[in-house]
């Protein structure tokens, strides 16, 4: 069963993709709890992109949530989306951006592919 620190030092590294936020744009996490802890994805110019703690510096996008409410959303019991509506999670500054990084929050879904016709 993942952590929220197995999650941000593991899973999300693995998972981040160059074009998923735009260039240099910092989006911190503060996960509430004692499996908790701050983590942020930063991009960098030319479509680098890393996952590390929190640094200080400006953050174009800060969430927040409970222990709990995360590991739903990772283990993909509640959508990022659903849990922001219902007030689970709390989100300062750009929400797009926390938008664009819901895929890399989610269970890792295979796509499946139509048969060639």
Same mark, same amino acid.
Request: aromatic residues 8%; proline residues 5%; contains cysteine.
């Given at each position: 069963?993942e952590?929220?620190r =197995?999650?941000? !030092?593991s899973?999300? $590294?693995s +998972?981040?993709?160059p074009?998923?936020? $735009? ?10 709890g004692p499996? =908790?802890?701050?983590?942020?994805v930063? &991009?960098?110019?030319g ?6 703690p929190?640094?200080t @510096? $400006? ?5 927040t949530c409970? !222990? @709990? ?6 283990? =993909?019991?509640i959508s990022p989306? +659903?849990?922001?509506?219902? @007030? ?6 750009d929400?797009?951006l926390?938008?664009r990084?819901?895929?890399?929050? =989610? $269970?890792?879904?295979? +796509?499946?592919? &139509?048969?060639?016709?």
């Open positions: 069963m952590t929220v =197995g999650f941000f !030092e899973t999300a $590294p +998972r981040l993709e074009s998923l936020l $735009p260039d240099d744009v910092v989006v911190a996490f503060h996960i509430d499996g =908790g802890g701050s983590w942020q930063r &991009s960098h110019e479509g680098a992109a890393e996952v590390g929190v640094a @510096g $400006p953050k174009d996008c800060t969430v409970s !222990e @709990g409410a995360f590991l739903e959303i990772i283990r =993909g019991a989306q +659903r849990a922001f509506l219902s @007030g689970r999670v709390k989100v300062w500054g929400v797009g926390v938008l990084l819901a895929g890399l929050l =989610g $269970p890792r879904v295979e +796509r499946m592919r &139509s048969p060639e016709l």
